[in-house]
């Protein structure tokens, strides 16, 4: 057999969440920073395709086309093996199964998602540098976060939600494949739906939001026919208004959806394995205890 049993990813998930809290700091700094210029350069992508194709072809099939292009973000940090913060909502599982703790846990996301948002920043400095946003790029980034920004709370969290039960389930789906080509497919039909969709992830978010404002007082964004209303909408306290709703529920997403539904029907499987892994460390709280 060329694949895992879903109880196989199970395990398999516990497994990683077991080895992503061993990692040192500066491990999870740099495989963070990978992992949100990974994401970056996929936000990118997704800026250039879609720039000037909604007059042409109508929105249905721009969101298609730029969404296809973004899903080259996951398959680099899955493949690169690099550390995603929405991707590791699936951590939980291992927590529940009693592979790590909840401290070890929030130690692994605190670091990343602050490593996410400096390979994301990196990026979008990088792309600003290049010159390249000069023009309909530059007011169709300008556009996307503007539309971002001006998200109320529930709709942003709501999308966060619908969002990251989908990434995570890309990442569960990726763990059953065992080889690069099939998780290539795999990654590629979910994170098309997801964008295509509308919903929203915090690290592409981190990308998109952080560059418009980077660009938003050019005079080639405003020629290239951004409203005043739109650059209005693109502030550093825009950003957290979108960010806060969004990572919330990129969490509920992932965690409820994913990590605890398939505990829930595993459960049995993945405490007797935990049992028989447990180090010696645990093994000593629970005599203590």
Not at 109 to 124: E, K, R, T
Not at 275 to 284: G, L, M, Q
Request: with cysteine; aromatic share 12%; hydrophobic share 55%.
């Amino acid at each position: 057999m060329n694949y895992r049993s879903p109880s196989q990813v199970a395990a398999e998930a516990c497994r990683l969440a077991q080895n992503k809290v061993s990692l040192s700091i500066g491990q999870m700094l740099l495989l963070g920073i990978l992992a949100g210029a990974y994401v970056a350069f996929a936000a990118w992508l997704y800026t250039v395709v879609t720039c000037d194709m909604t007059e042409r072809f109508g929105m249905g099939f721009t969101k298609l086309v730029g969404a296809s292009a973004f899903t080259v973000g996951l398959m680099m940090v899955i493949i690169g093996g690099a550390e995603l913060f929405t991707g590791n909502c699936i951590m939980p599982l291992g927590v529940m199964a009693g592979y790590c703790s909840v401290s070890q846990m929030l130690r692994n996301w605190i670091w990343v998602f602050v490593a996410n948002y400096i390979g994301s920043a990196l990026v979008a400095a990088l792309m600003y540098a290049t010159g390249l946003w000069e023009g309909t790029i530059g007011a169709n980034a300008v556009k996307i976060a503007a539309g971002k920004m001006s998200l109320p709370f529930l709709q942003a969290f709501a999308r966060g939600i619908a969002c990251n039960w989908i990434v995570v389930l890309t990442v569960w789906m990726s763990m059953a494949a065992m080889d690069i080509i099939s998780k290539i497919g795999i990654i590629f039909f979910p994170i098309m739906a997801f964008l295509a969709s509308g919903f929203e992830h915090s690290i592409a978010n981190m990308y998109f939001l952080t560059f418009a404002n980077f660009i938003k007082g050019s005079q080639m964004a405003a020629l290239a026919g951004v409203s005043q209303e739109e650059l209005a909408n693109v502030t550093w306290r825009g950003f957290f208004d979108n960010m806060t709703p969004v990572t919330l529920g990129n969490i509920v997403g992932g965690v409820l959806f994913v990590a605890c539904f398939y505990f829930l029907v595993y459960r049995r499987e993945l405490l007797s394995l935990s049992n028989e892994t447990a180090d010696p460390s645990s093994r000593k709280k629970e005599a203590k205890s």
